[in-house]
């Protein structure tokens, strides 16, 4: 059955909501959420970073909701991230090129806890703003347009994360196999895209810190991915209350 308008536009505001919410400049830049900001040359800039998995924390019961006050109270949350990607990309400033940093889950989400201790993950997010600072925005939009009516045109950057958000809406958010395959497409997508080698590691410290080391001492470009799920730290967005009331409104008025 065809929606009406009324429909369609609450779709339109629940997408936009959750672009604005979840993509740059919401809280910071998301491509390296897991480094802090700090000045200081120690182990606080990697204090986001845990070597928890999501299993350990959904099953941690009133430590785990207690431990999420504790981050509210700074203005944080308790988020998954599946699949970490670090590294280093190339940005052309003016007439210069300089080595750039991200640190980041390919897809996260929250982990929301009940007083009782229960908690579940209600959403998996693409990291938009990866992509963002991997493809340069003005070349890409124009790449954009050509390609949707080029069957032969090589995948861009934007239908790689369409195509992983678009199976995001199929599975259920404890389909914790299909978000790690999803993140796998993601890296393999955009290691083509950037051609830029890609060399797994165990942990996502062991994965930010060669990619601090690519950029500060090696100066060469290369990325670095963790698979599996992760538990980290970091600010809520702002927005995220009023995305999930439409979502849950969109949800209620069914396909």
């Known amino acids: 059955m065809p929606r009406t308008l009324s429909e369609r536009y609450l779709l339109y505001l629940r997408e936009m909501s959750k672009?604005?919410?979840f993509g740059s400049?919401?809280?910071g830049d998301y491509s390296q959420v897991l480094i802090t900001t700090t000045r200081k040359k120690s182990q606080k800039k990697f204090q986001r970073i845990t070597d928890l998995r999501l299993s350990q924390v959904i099953t941690s019961g009133t430590e785990g909701y207690r431990r999420e006050q504790d981050q509210e109270k700074i203005g944080n949350g308790i988020f998954c991230g599946v699949g970490i990607l670090a590294g280093t990309y190339t940005k052309r400033v003016g007439t210069k090129s300089t080595l750039r940093l991200i640190a980041a889950p390919t897809i996260y989400g929250q982990v929301v806890f009940e007083e009782s201790g229960e908690a579940e993950v209600a959403e998996w997010v693409v990291n938009y703003d990866i992509a963002t600072a991997l493809i340069g925005r003005n070349a890409d939009e124009e790449e954009e347009a050509y390609a949707a009516f080029d069957p032969e045109?090589?995948?861009?950057?934007?239908?790689?994360?369409q195509d992983i958000e678009d199976v995001l809406e199929t599975v259920t958010?404890?389909?914790?196999?299909?978000?790690l395959a999803m993140s796998e497409k993601y890296v393999s997508g955009f290691k083509d895209l950037t051609e830029t080698t890609c060399e797994r590691v165990d942990t996502p410290l062991e994965c930010v810190e060669a990619a601090i080391d690519a950029r500060d001492n090696l100066k060469t470009k290369k990325f670095f991915f963790c698979p599996g799920d992760w538990v980290f730290f970091a600010p809520v967005p702002p927005g995220l209350s009023t995305y999930r009331a439409l979502d849950d409104l969109a949800k209620e008025m069914g396909p």
């Open 19 to 21: 672009k604005v919410v």
């Open 173 to 179: 958010t404890k389909d914790i196999g299909s978000i």
């Open 25 to 27: 400049g919401a809280v």
């Open 153 to 161: 045109a090589n995948q861009t950057g934007g239908q790689i994360v």
